[in-house]
């Protein structure tokens, strides 16, 4: 069965960075698009960035310039890296698959996700 399994989120300074690293099991990673969602306390789980099968990027706009999205397909692997980290950023962060290969940045156009894991930027 499909399995994703984030890793990485801790506590990190305002400025700090940080990697999020999904390990994907139980499908043919390399053929569909991936993508990474956060949720904060009280507030709707929003996009973050996806990758499709091929490494093409998009960004929201909150994050851009900041965060690298990147995939390893040898190793069944997606990673999101974070820099300049604010405290606005700090969430709950989600990866997910997408319904095929090209980039999507819906919530709708997903049909796994992982457990999610904590980032917390504080001071």
């Known amino acids: 069965q499909v399995q994703l399994v984030e890793s990485g989120g801790r506590l990190v300074q305002p400025g700090g960075s940080l990697r999020l690293s999904c390990a994907a099991s139980?499908?043919?990673?390399?053929?569909?698009?991936m993508g990474w969602f956060r949720q904060a306390p009280g507030k709707e789980r929003e996009f973050v960035a996806t990758?499709?099968?091929?490494?093409?990027?998009i960004y929201a706009d909150s994050v851009k310039g900041r965060f690298t999205i990147s995939r390893d397909n040898a190793k069944n692997t997606l990673y999101l890296q974070m820099s300049s980290l604010k405290p606005e950023d700090t969430a709950v962060y989600y990866c997910?698959?997408?319904?095929?290969?090209?980039?999507?940045?819906?919530?709708?156009?997903?049909?796994?996700w992982g457990q999610g894991t904590q980032v917390t930027v504080s001071s």
């Open positions: 997910a698959r997408a319904t095929g290969p090209s980039t999507r940045s819906s919530a709708n156009e997903y049909d796994y």
């Open positions: 990758i499709n099968w091929v490494g093409s990027t």
């Open positions: 139980g499908y043919m990673f390399s053929n569909y698009a």
